[in-house]
């Protein structure tokens, strides 16, 4: 514990320092200097105790020391009192310690010489028999130098806030409430002993009170006094003795010539109760439209900010690694007290600033995921404090802001959440700007990708139609971001089963952006990328494997291999690859982007898990069923989680998790599997559906296992009438259930039939896949 250190350091003899108790004004450092004393005194020694907040009182207390530590009038009078002071104190022969407490300003303590070197007020013990005790706000290592040895005094959290709640409990009594909702409302007092104390007092004296003579809505207990203090500190800080605490150390530091740091802290504590990434906020470029703090350039703010860390008004944590940032945290008392609304437009500023500065970067790239997770709070919280005051450029500002942090928090597979908070800055601007905006057109399109995300594709189709009808008639049919619109779509329309028309729109956009932007940009090489994919759902499975192989070329040279989109065509590719029967090279291109992935977004990121589902299914195909089943029921478990049990997602890990259980003899939970996902789909997709027939399908082979043969029959024709319909007679998912109804037709003694079916089906395999195929 702190007081043990610190008596320990007191009673070392010959200790080269003295001690010094710093921290924030409240946190104790009285009260443990009092211990101190006590415990000191109670053994027989000598104590002085020194009020050091005024140069005179402190002079004149010492001077009293001096005294009485055998120093004469005379010798006061003739010299250097310090001087005298020290020297009496190293003949004294009785055991003592000086308490200077309040040093807040430890200028005072220079005297005639300087406290950081030595000569000033405050010397280390000549002796081992004396010991120097300083409480200070300061915690600044220069200030004091190497003759004291700093103790920071911290409030009580973290580990210790069961401490704060004892202390809190005993001050207040039972009748205000149990033990877990005193330790609730201590942490949001921030484990300050100096507000534990009062808030215990003041709940205590209320519950004094009579009932006739309360005053209505008069905090009885903890969780009414947390609920008054969340609307307002003045609230249950009548005397303000909370806030006149911060205030002395803000006093202090404008003696100090530091004018601008209480601006600094009141626009500091306009931003949310979350890390501040204070190199990305708070720079010269950020405050360009802050007032008075505009004419700060780095080294001005950097000076403010150590300044108010001193004092321990803020707490300045550093970087915790390579790519991280450093960050300042608000003790929460702090920031009620400093909170002040007319600072969140400069909050708001500030923020959009930062958001489009070069080095904060895009949401979606992954090497700038730590950036945005530390604006992400910060985003989302002015956001929705500006969106209940009178439309303006500040709440314009703080949507786009909050857009971006929606886009973050969708790269990093957190869709629901997205979710939520697009949906209520799309119905602010829909309210400020309009349907037709930019703005609410770029928030209706991140939501409409989102719902795709999601599963909820019939949505995300409607809303970039919408999009797509105003990009239109606003900017033309080829404006790059109208073509992006009907990129996507195009991906919502193949996830519908609408894959001919997917491709036709796609086929639409690429020929524009060969024109407008060129083969290699990126924008036309995505569109090329899903194109491939498109065509390998229609069974153009060379074509698409030379569109990806083309793609992965460009972006290998401009991006590198590790890029998340070069691993993303990599991951596509290595589904053609296993298309074509080249399965060890799909595994070990799955095996290489699955290692980039779990390092660049972690194992349970949905990008992860698809690899991992993939990569199962080529251990499948390879004959390792026990570790494709483990692959699968861990990917399912992340995803029942992640996205919900009835996600397109999660149903195709339980689709294929299913196959995995047939090929191992347990066919009967096979079928439970298959008939659980089917009927989902029969919902969701319809009956029609490639995803809904894929299923029937399988569960036409279960069934055949199981000997329910004419059952197997019935689905096998069902389902190939359909993919006829849609796909042709030669697309390879119609030859797949050509070949399964053949086993069937065997089964049932219809030979000839299966013969010819069989025959069929291998004609076309041998054109299409060769000879060799698998």
């Known amino acids: 514990m702190l007081i043990e250190r610190v008596e320990s350091a007191l009673s070392v003899p010959d200790s080269p320092a003295a001690q010094v108790l710093c921290g924030l004004g409240g946190s104790g450092k ?99 028999r004396g010991g120097v005790l300083v409480t200070t706000r300061d915690s600044t290592p220069q200030t004091w130098g190497g003759a004291c040895a700093l103790h920071p005094v911290r409030p009580l959290t973290g580990e210790n806030i069961t401490d704060a709640a004892r202390i809190l409990h005993d001050h207040a009594g039972d009748a205000a409430g149990s033990f877990d ?20 007092t003041y709940l205590a004296d209320a519950n004094h009170v009579p009932v006739p003579y309360r005053e209505p809505d008069v905090p009885m207990d903890f969780r009414s006094y947390q609920a008054a203090l969340d609307r307002g500190l003045e609230r249950v800080d009548p005397g303000s003795v909370i806030d006149q605490t911060w205030a002395m150390s803000l006093k202090l530091l404008e003696q100090r010539g530091m004018p601008r740091a209480r601006p600094l802290l009141r626009l500091i504590a306009t931003f949310a109760d979350a890390p501040l990434p204070y190199t990305l ?14 004419e700060l350039d780095g080294p001005g703010v950097w000076s403010l900010l150590t300044a108010l860390a001193g004092l321990g008004l803020v707490d300045l944590q550093p970087a915790t690694g390579s790519d991280a940032l450093p960050a300042l945290r608000v003790h929460p008392l702090v920031r009620d007290a400093s909170r002040d609304h007319t600072a969140l437009g400069t909050a708001v500023q500030a923020l959009h600033s930062a958001a489009f500065a070069e080095e904060t970067g895009i949401p979606e790239e992954s090497d700038r995921w730590e950036h945005w997770a530390f604006l992400q709070p910060h985003a989302f919280d002015l956001f929705h404090r500006a969106a209940g005051s009178e439309p303006s450029d500040q709440t314009i500002a703080a949507a786009t802001a909050a857009n971006f942090a929606a886009r973050h928090l969708r790269a990093k597979g957190l869709y629901r959440q997205a979710r939520g908070e697009l949906e209520a800055i799309l119905a602010h601007q829909r309210v400020v700007l309009g349907d037709t905006h930019p703005d609410t057109l770029s928030t209706r399109h991140s939501l409409a990708g989102v719902l795709q995300d999601l599963g909820e594709v019939e949505q995300a189709g409607s809303e970039l139609e919408a999009v797509l009808a105003h990009e239109r008639v606003a900017l033309g049919d080829t404006h790059p971001d109208t073509l992006i619109t009907r990129h996507n779509l195009a991906g919502v329309l193949r996830d519908l089963g609408e894959v001919e028309q997917a491709r036709s729109e796609l086929e639409g956009v690429l ?25 390998q759902d229609l069974g153009e499975v060379e074509q698409a494997r030379s569109e990806l192989e083309a793609v992965l070329a460009h972006e290998r040279v401009a991006l590198g291999d590790t890029h998340p989109e070069t691993l993303y065509t990599r991951h596509s590719l290595a589904g053609v690859l296993q298309d074509l029967g080249e399965v060890e090279q799909a595994r070990s291109e799955y095996e290489a982007v699955l290692a980039h992935r779990r390092v660049a977004v972690g194992d349970t990121h949905p990008s992860t898990l698809t690899t991992r589902h993939n990569l199962a299914g080529v251990l499948q195909d390879l004959g390792e069923v026990e570790q494709a089943r ?25 689709h294929n998790l299913a196959g995995v259980l047939q090929d191992l003899g347990e066919v009967e939970q096979a079928r439970s599997e298959y008939e659980a996902v089917l009927a989902h789909r029969r919902v969701a997709l319809g009956g029609t559906h490639p995803d809904t027939l894929i299923t029937r399908h399988n569960l036409a082979g279960v069934l055949q296992d199981l000997g329910e043969v004419e059952q197997a029959r019935s689905e096998y024709e069902a389902v190939l009438a359909h993919r006829r319909v849609a796909l042709g007679d030669t697309h390879p998912s119609t030859l797949t259930t050509r070949h399964s109804l053949a086993g069937v037709l065997r089964d049932l003694g219809e030979v000839e039939q299966a013969r010819s079916e069989y025959e069929a089906v291998l004609a076309h395999e041998r054109v299409a896949l060769g000879d060799t195929h698998q």
């Open 281 to 294: 906020l708070l720079t010269p470029e950020t405050l360009a439209g802050a007032g008075e703090l505009a």
């Open 30 to 128: 009285t009260a443990i200097a009092l211990e101190l004393a006590r415990g000191w005194s109670g053994r027989g020694r000598q104590v002085w105790w020194v009020d050091a907040r005024q140069g005179s009182t402190l002079e004149a207390g010492l001077r009293a020391v001096a005294r009485q530590a055998d120093a004469s009038e005379d010798q006061l009078r003739a010299g250097d009192t310090a001087d005298v002071l020290w020297s009496c104190l190293a003949r004294y022969e009785r055991p003592w310690l000086l308490v200077v407490d309040n040093a807040d300003d430890p200028a005072l303590l220079d005297g005639p010489g300087r406290l950081s070197e030595g000569t000033g007020w405050i010397r280390p013990p000549a002796t081992g």
């Open 181 to 200: 909702d005193a330790q609730r409302l201590a942490r949001r007092l921030g484990g300050l002993p100096l507000a534990l104390r009062l808030a215990g």
């Open 511 to 535: 020929a524009h952006q060969h024109v407008v932007l060129g083969d290699t940009h990126p924008s036309t090489l995505t569109t090329r990328h899903s194109l491939a994919g498109v065509l």
């Open 630 to 654: 483990s692959e699968y029921e861990a990917v399912l478990a992340h995803q029942h989680v992640v996205l919900g049990d009835t996600h397109p997602s999660t149903l195709t890990t339980r």
